[in-house]
């Protein structure tokens, strides 16, 4: 009796992050609030001169 037995490789390494997916997603959100506050004081400062 001939037995026929494939050999599966193993996936190749997962990609290495520098960082966790929290702290990145953090990061996104971050820069996504310093946007925003960077055009709330533009619009402040539209207001205010307006005056």
Do not use: F
């Not at 490789?9 to 971050?30: C, F, H, K, M, W």
């Amino acid at each position: 009796m001939l037995i026929y037995q494939e050999k599966i490789a193993p996936p190749g390494p997962l990609p290495e992050s520098t960082e966790p997916t929290d702290v990145l997603a953090l990061n996104r959100t971050i820069e996504s609030l310093k946007r925003e506050n960077a055009w709330l004081r533009e619009q402040l400062e539209r207001a205010l001169r307006s005056r």
